[in-house]
DNA sequence: CGAATATTTGACCGATGTCAAGGACCGTGG
DNA sequence: CCACGGTCCTTGACATCGGTCAAATATTCG
């Protein structure tokens, strides 16, 4: 809602990208490459708690991640929220909007945010020239499905202690892709607030269920952020199996 | 987990597809519907109560639902199950486990239903020939995202009255394009169980729930169905505005 | 008719929400 | 350096929504 959204005028080369550093991502050929490069017109900045996209909107552009945290979600005309999931470096945003003729949801970002820029209303030329990238979008967007398929099952099925167990686990492992070039990993950055939004729960519950892992040595809550100490433990509490794919792909 | 499928020889042609007759989808061209007439490998029935797909499998099959109601859903060890979301005439099952290795949730048939079978193997050929028609794909994952996000919403924040009233109102939507050719409307064929287990809910408080908004007239509970009496009444008890798109794409 | 599945209802319980208040920490301005 | 205001985190008391248990009543299908 606040913050300020400033262009920066330094910019990654596509062919260069940082993100191609981790092992996570897949590799790109050379006319892959090439294209996205075109594809891509510009970065922005956004500083943490600045809103990127707008439900009921109709961006012009779409947006990759290139560093730092931010998430999905939508809110009720009385002002509940509901978090629906997170972006780490590599994910797209605004793919939704970039297809359909409105934002869906809101997007904001978490902590300061770097995100590669590209036009909506060229998207159709990247189905036309590259069934590669094509194939690619559509993993993405049922990758995402795949994802809110579990958020869902978690909230509708999970008691409290599971759900916490689960969303931190889950974060812990997207933090992995976080770091664009293997650098050390942070806390997950996010208040008990973005916790209890995403979990369905009140502030307090949520208060009160972070320290019950807390207590058996699952986690540690900082400042503002969750150090995992044991990532096995929390799925174990929550009965998940993680099935993230060796190599994913992202543009 | 019961119920057989059973092959159906009678066959219907693409260029014959009874979904065409119904306006809410979008129109293809002649060298689409070839392409998708050599893509569609045959046609599968099964009962009411079979099960299509199973989690954790690797599927050779890719469906499109033809006739009937089905619906997506994933269990807990423990048996409990949540319902992630209902398919119905023209949607796609399946394109998750096409892309990724393993099914991450199960399809299971809640009417006998008709599916035209495609395979697996040939998808990438449709993103290297069919332009428009990986942009459709990835159109129809992202619309299938796009209402997982109003499910969690749901399940995270509303009460039961809403969430139910939500659900009713979305499957009455939804239910609009489930006629192939514009026939009569039928209840939405669910028991309560389904939407006690759509929406998060025990099977006693769904049916207090469902009592309620039957004596605000909104609905009517019938054998194992339900009939919508006033969509709009419902769309307002959970504040829902819905965004069906005027036309739809399909495969 | 009998078995299996759905729906309905009442009594009671417990998980989670609400309210209220205090403490910890941060950034800002003096 | 300190005071101050704003977030965030924490905790206890109490309220309530929705869950569990149990049992009766349809309804369908053999």
Known sequence: MNGENRKNTARVACSNCPLRDN???????????????HFKTGELNADAGATILVEGTH????YTVLDGWGFRYKILEDGRRQ????VVPGDMI????????EMQHSVEALTPITLCVFERSRIFSLFEK?????YDLTWIAAREESILDEHLLSIGRRSAVERAAYLLA???????????SGSARGPIPVTQIHVADTLGLSIVHTNKTLRKLAARGLIRWL????????PAGLAAVANWHPSEPPKRPFI
């Open 170 to 180: 889950f974060l812990q492992e997207r933090e992995k892709y976080c770091s664009p």
């Open 223 to 230: 400042d503002r952020g969750c150090e995992v100490l044991d």
């Open 94 to 101: 605004g793919l939704q909007g970039a297809l359909m003729e």
């Open 130 to 134: 590259h069934p590669g990238l094509s």
């Open 23 to 37: 092992p996570a991502f897949r590799a790109f050929t050379a006319s892959e490459v090439d294209f996205v490069s």
């Open 59 to 62: 961006s012009a552009h779409l």
């Open 83 to 86: 978090i629906l999931n997170y």
